[in-house]
């Protein structure tokens, strides 16, 4: 099973900032990684999908790069709705897809 | 508009069974893997399960197989998910989630609200 590792665990920012945040795969997943955006209380959204494709209706200030083992998710101009828990997630080597612990974004 | 509305989640004691149902419309729904995807409280993400389109091809987590079964039915736009001998670490809410391709290949685009399953005597 493929173990992602996210970092930091929490991130504290103003709005208006740049967000970077990580994601470590414990072995190759080549391109087949995603980004999740979850508020409180509401199911994940998906936003970046195979590395550094942004999803359907993804502001661009959202991006995505990396391969194999590291994964980097940039916002580029925090907006006060940006701020969340960010997960990853690996589908090159599934059953099972596996998620990292997440992310939570959070205002400074 | 795409739309997944899951049912059948509730409080359940340790050995129980339950069934929860994900209902959707908005898209062509034999065409799409489905996946679910649970949350404990306060937890992380975790992939339970996922089904193709055609329901002939299945996928479970270590941790579910054996007690858990997917299945769907492509004439009423439904997506299933049997919970056998339920145990307190499968509490958790739990979303169904369309694949973002007509392949199974488990990105997911769009998830249902979710729906509770408390395991506990």
């Known amino acids: 099973e493929i173990v992602l590792t996210q970092s930091p665990a929490t991130l504290s920012l103003s709005p208006g900032e740049r967000a970077t945040l990580s994601c470590r795969a414990s072995?190759?997943?080549?391109?087949?990684l995603a980004w999740y955006q979850q508020k409180p209380g509401q199911a994940p959204r998906l936003l970046i999908y195979?590395?550094?494709n942004r999803a359907t209706g993804i502001p661009a200030r959202f991006s995505g790069s990396g391969s194999a083992t590291d994964f980097t998710l940039t916002i580029s101009s925090l907006e006060p709705e940006d701020f969340a828990v960010y997960y990853c997630q690996q589908r090159s080597n599934w059953p099972p897809v596996t998620f990292g612990q997440g992310t939570r974004l959070e205002i400074k | 508009e795409v739309q997944l509305v899951e049912s059948g989640g509730g409080l359940v004691q340790p050995g129980g069974s339950l069934r929860l149902s994900c209902a959707t419309s908005g898209f062509s729904f034999s065409s799409y893997a489905m996946s679910w995807v649970r949350q404990a409280p306060g937890k992380g993400l975790e992939w339970v399960s996922a089904?193709?389109?055609?329901?002939?091809?299945?996928y479970y987590a270590d941790s579910v197989k054996g007690r858990f079964t997917i299945s769907r039915d492509n004439s009423k736009n439904t997506l299933y998910l049997q919970m056998n001998s339920l145990r307190a670490e499968d509490t958790a809410v739990y979303y169904c989630a369309k694949d973002r391709s007509g392949y199974v290949v488990p990105y997911f685009d769009y998830w249902g609200q979710g729906t509770l399953v408390t395991v506990s005597s």
């Open positions: 195979d590395a550094s």
């Open positions: 089904i193709s389109g055609s329901g002939g091809t299945t």
């Open positions: 072995q190759s997943v080549s391109s087949y």
